[in-house]
Each structure stands twice: as structure tokens, then as C-alpha cells.
């Protein structure tokens, strides 16, 4: 066991008079008499200075209790933060943001999956991507440069899902080869890899977050008829994106993906990119 020295329980234990305005225990002086004679110092008055110290600090306290106002008294008694609780409290306000965004998808009229999306970005993708897609580590989505990569959604489904890395190894093209200023290719931004989302994130979750990308921070304008009552994507024949299971599925309701990760169906890149704000 680790022994405190004997003058820093000394120091503690007068503050703590000192603060409580209770007179020092009986042993405080006794103890630290006996431990300066032990240790053969030459301080050997210490004893008594200490405790005359403390006797002149408790009655500052005590004979003048109306110089304490009750909030500074609170204060000193209040027991304070647990060190372990202030990692919790950091993130407390991001967490009240992801929970209002994806509860409340209907007072500012958003569909359900876009609000589920937007708490989505804000928790997973802003870090990189900046709050409102600007661009950072990650690349800017903002004005329909994310449409223009992708200009058909099933492209950055398959993307996001599986990161730069699982699109081939650093230089693989993706994404529409006509693309204004050429092809993006992976890790061509800063070097930097896109993580894959598949381990982090359900399919229902994905299609959430890749459509507030385009359709909020990209800025792509849908056609009407691909959204549902409920505001769900579908294919535009009301077939949707996702089945019961909330797989993603292709328009005959087969699984988008393969084993891998990899689209079963083959992104349509001359999609109308007219069709973005
Ligand atoms: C750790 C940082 C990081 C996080 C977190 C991140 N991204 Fe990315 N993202 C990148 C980088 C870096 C690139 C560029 C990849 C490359 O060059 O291979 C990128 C590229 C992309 C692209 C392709 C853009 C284009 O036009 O080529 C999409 C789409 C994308 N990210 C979506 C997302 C989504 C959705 C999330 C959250 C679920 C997310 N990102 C979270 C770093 C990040």
C-alpha cells in the first residue's frame, strides 16, 4: 500500500476544518507531533504551529458565519461531477440532437426517412463531411456534386456501404464515368479513405442517410411519384427500395446486394441529372 505522507493528510485534514468550519479532530496535532518526532525533524515546534494554524483558521469561520452566504456554503458542501460522468455530460448535447432530429420528422414536414437520415449525418458523416456537407476529411456534397457522381442513388448506395476500400484497391474509378471534371477515383481526395458502413449501419439506415445527402445537402429534386404516402423512396412504380425484412431490394424485389456487398443491378448513370435544383 501506498502511504500518504503524513503532512498531506495534515493539509487536507486542516482545509477541511478550515472549510467546515468544525474544529480540527483531536488527533490532527497529535498525529502530526507524534510523526515530526518520529522523523526527527528539526521543525520541532511544527506540532504546535499547525495546530495554532488551524485554531486561527476555524474561528475565521466560525465567529463570523454571516461573511458565508447560504450559495457559497451550498457550494462548498455540494458534492461535485464524478470524473467518469464528464465524458457522458461532453456528449450529452449531440445526443439530444440525433434524438430530436429523428423524433420530431414530422413537425418541420419532413418525411420520416429524410429526418431519420439527417440525425444519420449528423451523428456518422458530419465529423468528415462538415455539419451541412461543405466538405472536410470527406468530400463537399453541396451543390449537386454528389449527383453528379452519383446520378443514379443505387452507385452511392453501394459506395457508402462499402467504403473506398471495398471498391478495389486506391485508384479505382466509381461513380458515373462521364462525370464533369472526370471520374472520381478512390482515395483521390486527400488520400483519405471513405469508411464502409456496413458493419455500422442497416440497409433501412443507409437508404436514409445517402437520400438526405442528395435530396437535402445535394441538393436533387425528386420526382414526385417516387415517394410513397408514407414518404419512403420507392423505384417510381411504387415498387420500394426496401422489402418487409428492410432489406434493400431491387425493382422485381430481388436482394440489391450480393454476398459481398456488391449491386446485383447495374446503376443507370444517364438518369437525368436535369432533374437536381
Ligand atoms: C472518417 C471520415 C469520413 C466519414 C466518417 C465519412 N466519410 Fe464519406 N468520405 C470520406 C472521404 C475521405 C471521402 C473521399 C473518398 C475517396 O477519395 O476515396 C468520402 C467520400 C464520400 C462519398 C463520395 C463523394 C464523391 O462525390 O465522390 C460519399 C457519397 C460519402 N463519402 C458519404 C458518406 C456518408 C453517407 C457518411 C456517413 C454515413 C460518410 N461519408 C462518413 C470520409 C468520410
Not at 253 to 275: N, R
Request: hydrophobic content about 40%; some cysteine; aromatic content about 8%.
Amino acid at each position: 500500500m501506498t502511504e500518504v505522507p503524513e503532512h498531506l493528510l495534515k493539509r487536507s485534514q486542516d482545509r477541511r476544518s478550515a472549510l467546515s468550519g468544525e474544529a480540527p479532530s483531536a488527533e490532527a496535532p497529535a498525529a502530526s507531533a507524534a510523526s515530526s518526532a518520529e522523523s526527527g525533524s528539526a521543525v520541532v515546534p511544527a506540532a504546535s504551529t499547525a495546530a495554532a494554524k488551524v485554531a486561527a483558521a476555524t474561528p475565521a469561520v466560525a465567529a463570523e458565519p454571516e461573511f458565508v452566504p447560504p450559495y457559497v456554503e451550498a457550494a462548498l458542501k455540494r458534492k461535485k461531477i464524478p470524473f467518469w460522468a464528464m465524458p457522458v455530460l461532453a456528449f450529452l448535447p449531440v445526443w439530444v440532437f440525433v434524438y430530436i432530429g429523428g423524433l420530431s420528422p414530422a413537425s418541420d414536414g419532413k418525411p420520416t426517412q429524410l429526418a431519420q437520415g439527417q440525425a444519420i449525418f449528423a451523428a456518422q458523416c458530419a465529423g468528415c463531411h462538415g455539419a451541412g456537407g461543405g466538405g472536410g476529411v470527406g468530400r463537399p456534397m453541396t451543390d449537386g456534386n454528389l449527383i453528379k457522381t452519383f446520378p443514379d442513388i443505387l452507385g452511392q448506395l453501394q459506395f457508402v456501404w462499402l467504403g473506398s476500400n471495398g471498391m478495389g484497391p486506391a485508384g479505382t474509378p466509381y461513380g458515373d464515368p462521364n462525370r464533369e471534371g472526370g471520374q472520381h477515383k478512390t482515395l483521390s481526395y486527400n488520400g483519405n479513405p471513405m469508411p464502409a458502413f456496413n458493419k455500422s449501419l442497416k440497409p433501412a439506415e443507409l437508404l436514409a442517410v445517402v437520400r438526405y445527402e442528395r435530396e437535402v445537402l445535394s441538393g436533387y429534386k425528386l420526382d414526385p411519384t417516387q415517394i410513397d404516402a408514407k414518404g419512403q423512396l420507392t423505384y417510381g412504380n411504387s415498387s420500394p427500395y426496401l422489402d418487409a425484412e428492410g432489406q434493400l431490394v431491387t425493382p422485381e424485389g430481388k436482394p440489391l446486394f450480393d454476398a459481398d456487398g456488391k449491386l446485383t443491378i447495374q446503376p443507370d448513370w444517364t438518369m437525368p441529372v436535369g432533374s437536381k435544383k
